[in-house]
């Protein structure tokens, strides 16, 4: 790959999520993939800064892709479905409107270009690592897993010109499953909102639109749910206690990040992936028991 790749980490990943982190970095160590760590990046903003004060919104991320820039990025990389979709949707509303970006330039003191490329990881995975790669590291295929994959509702909805995917029935998670050797469900709650941003502040809604997604995975018999986005994995993990009760679902599900199932894929242990730190533990059989 001749192009600097950098990660964009986002809050999640450094905080509450740091267990996708250190699952994706074994991912990638084991893909050879050349990349480093964004410095000096700063918080997105996700819906929240967005639904109070749009400019603010764009300057945040604004101020983060031109530091990339000047890095020398060409590729950033996003985790995190709701960084991706702030990143993604500020450069594209930049480069749409010449007159807003040298207005946002000269206001927050930043030379943002549009000369790099914001990534979703799924995007990244798939299109530029390439399936043929993954499947070249499978040392233990996960051929004894059913698998539900969950996209949630803002990795595939950014402006049309810069998605990756199709919007409402996604498909590059699964392909990435399907070449870990699992199989794969074909499942209409695939793209379906779990309610993060509302999992402190209006839990009673996010609990029942977790316990919709999470009874009919039960349903159809999967052995998990496969998520990217580190938000819809809190919500998803961590409240399965109660919410099971309430929606009748007998066994947990639990909610691994695909890095995490790569990495099993890829022969690494259960905590070298940082499986210990999720609430709901999948241990498939056959895996190195660390």
Not at 50 to 72: C, F, P, T
Not at 245 to 253: F, H
Request: charged content about 25%; hydrophobic content about 35%.
């Amino acid at each position: 790959m001749n192009r600097k790749i950098a990660l964009y980490p986002g809050c999640s990943l450094e905080t509450s999520s740091s267990h996708y982190l250190v699952s994706l970095q074994r991912v990638f160590e084991i893909l050879e993939i050349d990349y480093s760590i964004m410095e000096e990046w700063s918080c997105c903003g996700a819906t929240s800064v967005k639904s109070i004060d749009k400019e603010m919104n764009l300057m945040l991320n604004l101020r983060n892709l031109a530091l990339a820039e000047e890095q020398g990025i060409r590729e950033l990389v996003v985790p995190c479905a709701s960084c991706y979709h702030r990143l993604v949707s500020t450069h594209w509303e930049l480069m749409q409107d010449k007159d807003l970006l040298k207005r946002l330039n000269r206001k927050t003191g930043f030379r943002f270009r549009g000369d790099l490329k914001v990534r979703n990881i799924l995007d990244f995975l798939v299109h530029v690592v390439g399936l043929e790669s993954i499947a070249s590291r499978v040392t233990h295929p996960l051929k004894e897993l059913t698998v539900a994959c969950y996209y949630g509702c803002l990795n595939t909805r950014v402006p049309q010109s810069e998605t990756f995917d199709v919007m409402e029935y996604p498909m590059t998670m699964d392909r990435i499953v399907q070449t870990l050797g699992a199989e794969v469900i074909d499942w209409s709650y695939k793209t379906e909102c779990c309610g993060a941003s509302l999992f402190l502040t209006m839990d009673s809604i996010s609990e029942r639109l977790v316990g919709r997604i999470l009874r009919d995975a039960s349903l159809r018999g999967v052995d998990c749910i496969t998520t990217s986005c580190p938000m819809c994995q809190t919500n998803l993990d961590t409240k399965q206690s109660r919410i099971r009760d309430e929606y009748d679902i007998k066994e947990p599900v639990p909610s691994p990040f695909i890095t995490q199932l790569m990495g099993l894929a890829f022969g690494c242990g259960p905590q070298e992936l940082g499986m210990d730190k999720n609430f709901e533990t999948l241990m498939p059989p056959g895996v190195i028991n660390q």
